[in-house]
């Protein structure tokens, strides 16, 4: 019996069986697990700003006050403490990044679909490249090209050093930013998929051992499977304030007349 079940049972399951490939929709390549999630997202976001904001009311219902303090949180927390006072223009488009990844990280959590969007290298990639191109066109709008570079790029040190400092530089700023703000991203919430999968399935493991041992033990990797899943929701919601926070620190960076 075990070896029939090791038979019909495929171990370890494959990317076609679920993990990026859809098995209700279809297996083909623009159809997948992860696009079905990116569109629930989006309309999970414009349903809730345009019912809660559609007719604003000087007493908010629940629906408006969630999208208020919301927005209230972004403004007051990044785009005037950390960005200053240009940042209010800039509150729309956070308030959208910051709801766009809490609810892509909260798929990790959630029944079905168990995986984060985010743990796919190729989301947070976008993302980042986004507030990458935001930032150096607000730099250069506000500066001039000259100015943004030279202050992004040159020190305030002696000249014989500057052939060292700027390469120094411009690879920090114009390179590791953007591929440091993806990584953090995707290695938070694959790393809590990773552990949500190590207590869940070893739960299951070791209820299969069949011993009285295994069944005691089994009983703490779920309920540590528990206390994860709750972590991980802290988590998703920390790595999109994250992911959110840097870019209102380039944006301050770029608008930053000196270095």
Same mark, same amino acid.
């Given at each position: 019996?075990?070896? #029939?079940?090791?038979?019909?049972?495929?171990?370890?399951?494959?990317?076609?069986?679920?993990?990026?490939?859809?098995?209700?929709?279809?297996?083909?390549?623009?159809?997948?697990?992860?696009?079905?999630?990116?569109?629930?997202?989006?309309?999970?976001?414009?349903?809730?700003?345009?019912?809660?904001?559609?007719?604003?009311?000087?007493? +908010?219902?629940?629906?408006?006050?969630?999208?208020?303090?919301?927005?209230?949180?972004?403004?007051?927390?990044?785009?005037?403490?950390?960005?200053?006072?240009?940042?209010?223009?800039?509150?729309?488009?956070?308030?959208? #990044? $910051?709801?766009?990844?809490?609810?892509?990280?909260?798929?990790?959590?959630? +029944?079905? /679909?168990?995986? @984060?969007?985010?743990? =796919?290298? /190729?989301?947070?990639?976008?993302? &980042?490249?986004?507030?990458?191109?935001?930032?150096?066109?607000?730099?250069?709008?506000?500066?001039?090209?000259?100015? $943004? $570079?030279?202050?992004?790029?040159?020190?305030?040190?002696?000249?014989?050093?500057?052939?060292?400092?700027?390469?120094?530089?411009?690879?920090?700023?114009?390179?590791?930013? +953007?591929?440091?703000?993806?990584?953090?991203?995707? &290695?938070?919430?694959? &790393?809590? =998929?990773?552990? #949500? #999968?190590?207590?869940?399935?070893?739960?299951?493991?070791?209820?299969?051992?069949?011993?009285?041992?295994?069944?005691?033990? @089994?009983?703490?990797?779920? /309920?540590? &499977?528990?206390?994860?899943?709750?972590?991980?929701?802290?988590?998703?919601?920390?790595?999109?304030?994250? $992911?959110?926070?840097?870019?209102?620190?380039?944006?301050?960076?770029?608008?930053?007349?000196? =270095?």
């Amino acid at each position: 019996m075990v070896v #029939l079940a090791k038979a019909e049972i495929p171990w370890p399951p494959t990317v076609d069986e679920g993990f990026f490939f859809d098995p209700v929709v279809g297996t083909g390549p623009w159809v997948t697990k992860f696009t079905i999630m990116l569109w629930i997202a989006i309309a999970a976001l414009i349903v809730l700003f345009a019912v809660a904001l559609r007719k604003p009311k000087i007493v +908010p219902t629940k629906g408006q006050w969630i999208a208020e303090s919301v927005m209230d949180f972004v403004r007051n927390g990044i785009g005037r403490e950390i960005i200053g006072p240009k940042g209010d223009k800039f509150v729309p488009y956070l308030t959208v #990044l $910051f709801c766009f990844i809490a609810f892509m990280n909260v798929f990790g959590i959630i +029944p079905l /679909a168990q995986i @984060s969007p985010m743990t =796919h290298i /190729a989301f947070p990639v976008v993302l &980042a490249i986004i507030s990458y191109v935001m930032y150096i066109f607000v730099g250069i709008q506000n500066s001039g090209p000259g100015k $943004f $570079f030279k202050n992004h790029l040159i020190l305030p040190a002696p000249w014989y050093l500057q052939p060292l400092l700027i390469p120094i530089e411009f690879f920090q700023n114009f390179i590791v930013r +953007p591929v440091t703000l993806s990584v953090r991203l995707f &290695a938070n919430m694959f &790393a809590g =998929h990773l552990i #949500l #999968l190590v207590f869940t399935l070893g739960g299951f493991v070791l209820i299969n051992a069949g011993t009285a041992f295994t069944y005691g033990v @089994s009983v703490f990797s779920f /309920a540590m &499977a528990i206390a994860m899943t709750l972590f991980e929701f802290f988590v998703a919601m920390l790595q999109a304030y994250i $992911f959110v926070l840097l870019t209102g620190t380039w944006l301050q960076g770029a608008l930053a007349d000196e =270095h």
